[in-house]
């Protein structure tokens, strides 16, 4: 089936270094997923970062970028310089588009921002 | 702008006893979805329903039950709930179309005692 793999369940990274989450995916259908980073910050509600839904294309928002890699079936996150206000949990996710097939979640990265 | 609103925020309840948790959004949106959030572990669905009264199974539908009575609200119920059960149950809505965001609510934590 559809599924999300997010190799690293915590990262520590010290202010202003760069940061990369690994997000692989697998997709049954013939139909290209699309792509979601997910957060979770301290005491806040899941909300999205940034989605792609054409493969090749990169999408950013925060500072964060991702791109959509279909040869490596890969969306991996990352940040130049995160900043302690980046601590949170991440979850990368995919849907299929015309397809009666619900999002599907990775078990989300935990990024502590050392100060 | 909208919110998804849950209730209980905090749920607690005995080994076999049938516990409803509720979802309310503002959106409009088309489509809702129940998961359920292990300590540590990701999201994984119960139910979605693409429209009211609509329903669909998800991967852990399981001793679960799930209701759309209007187009803003979806119930989850849990039928006989387990002993050290503990979960935070997420709610979710999205616009039709498979591709679109979710926005989530806060979130019910389950203890079963």
């Known amino acids: 089936g559809d599924s999300v793999t997010q190799t690293e369940g915590q990262v520590t990274v010290s202010e202003s270094k760069s940061l990369i989450i690994n997000c692989t995916y697998s997709a049954t259908s013939i139909a290209y997923p699309n792509l979601f980073w997910y957060v979770r910050y301290p005491g806040e509600g899941l909300q999205l970062l940034l989605k792609v839904i054409t493969a090749g294309q990169k999408g950013s928002s925060r500072g964060f970028e991702a791109t959509y890699n279909k040869e490596t079936t890969s969306f991996h996150l990352q940040k130049a310089s995160v900043q302690e206000s980046d601590s949170a949990v991440y979850y990368c996710a995919l849907s299929l588009r015309n397809n009666n097939n619900a999002p599907r979640f990775g078990a989300g990265t935990k990024l502590t921002v050392k100060p | 702008g909208g919110i998804i609103t849950q209730t209980p925020k905090f749920l607690i309840g005995q080994e076999g006893q049938k516990l409803t948790l509720k979802c309310q959004q503002n959106?409009?949106?088309?489509?809702m979805y129940w998961y359920r959030q292990d300590s540590g572990k990701g999201l994984r669905l119960i139910y979605y329903?693409?429209?009211?009264?609509?329903?669909q199974k998800g991967d852990l539908s399981e001793g679960y039950d799930a209701s759309r009575e209007k187009k803003s609200s979806f119930s989850l119920t849990v039928t006989s709930a387990q002993k050290n059960e503990m979960a935070v149950f997420l709610c979710?809505?999205?616009?039709?179309?498979?591709?679109?965001?979710?926005?989530f609510g806060p979130g019910t934590r389950l203890t079963v005692l």
């Open positions: 329903s693409i429209t009211e009264n609509d329903l």
């Open positions: 959106f409009n949106h088309d489509t």
């Open positions: 979710a809505s999205s616009p039709r179309g498979w591709g679109a965001e979710q926005y």
